[in-house]
């Protein structure tokens, strides 16, 4: 069965960096696009990139843009979020997901905590 | 920008009854892009709807979905305790980008 376990949260100061992964297994990663969407405590949620299955395009939101970097490593089915210059309003729960058709997600991790805090 | 407005925000129903949920769009969406998704607390989204009418793998049938354009809507017939979460829909948008809604939460009494 499919199965995304994200890591790497954790407590950082603003203005830090942080690297997040997402381990996948149960289906052949090199052959899909996947994501991360982020949650903030108590709100909805937001879509923060996108790499495609062979890691040639990657996009992001606005709001990361420039900051955050998408990557992978599909000789170790695992995804990565580089966050830098981290501020307050990154916090959040970071979700990887899997990408279908380009359009939408159909499978989830169950997150990871991130908090930038002084 | 398209922005997605769910309504309504809280929904309150018994078990048993029909839920419809509604998510609005602020310029046509294509039906094929558009999605909805349940959370329950503390739980990761899941997939329900995509194509704005066809269920993910293993959904129930008494989830559907339903619309075109700008209006759409996730209907959960016979409401079950269980379907207590939040719904979500998401729209593709080329770029690409992807939005959601603020989302409906579903309370059953």
């Known amino acids: 069965q499919v199965q995304l376990v994200e890591s790497g949260g954790g407590v950082v100061q603003p203005g830090r960096s942080l690297r997040l992964s997402c381990a996948a297994s149960?289906?052949?990663?090199?052959?899909?696009?996947m994501h991360w969407v982020r949650q903030a405590p108590g709100k909805g949620l937001e879509w923060v990139a996108v790499?495609?299955?062979?890691?040639?395009?990657?996009y992001y939101a606005d709001s990361v843009k420039g900051r955050f970097t998408i990557s992978r490593d599909n000789s170790k089915n695992t995804l990565y979020l580089q966050m830098n210059s981290l501020r307050a309003e990154d916090t959040a729960v970071y979700y990887c997901?899997?990408?279908?058709?380009?359009?939408?997600?159909?499978?989830w991790g169950q997150g990871t905590l991130v908090t930038v805090s002084s | 920008e398209i922005v997605l407005t769910q309504s309504p925000d809280t929904l309150s129903l018994s078990p048993g009854e029909r839920a419809t949920l509604s998510c609005r769009a602020s310029?046509?969406?294509?039906?094929?892009?558009l999605a909805w998704y349940q959370q329950k607390p503390g739980q990761a989204p899941r997939l329900l709807i995509y194509?704005?009418?066809s269920r993910a793998t293993g959904i129930p049938d008494r989830f559907s979905g339903s619309g075109s354009g700008t209006d759409f809507t996730l209907t959960i017939s016979r409401l079950e305790p269980e379907d207590s979460a939040v719904y979500y829909c998401?729209?593709?948008?080329?770029?690409?980008?992807?939005?959601f809604g603020q989302g409906t939460k579903l309370e059953i009494k």
């Open positions: 997901a899997r990408d279908e058709s380009s359009i939408y997600f159909d499978y």
């Open positions: 149960g289906f052949s990663f090199f052959n899909y696009g």
């Open positions: 790499m495609f299955y062979d890691g040639s395009r990657q």
């Open positions: 310029q046509s969406v294509r039906s094929s892009y």
């Open positions: 194509g704005a009418s």
């Open positions: 998401q729209q593709y948008v080329s770029s690409p980008k992807y939005t």
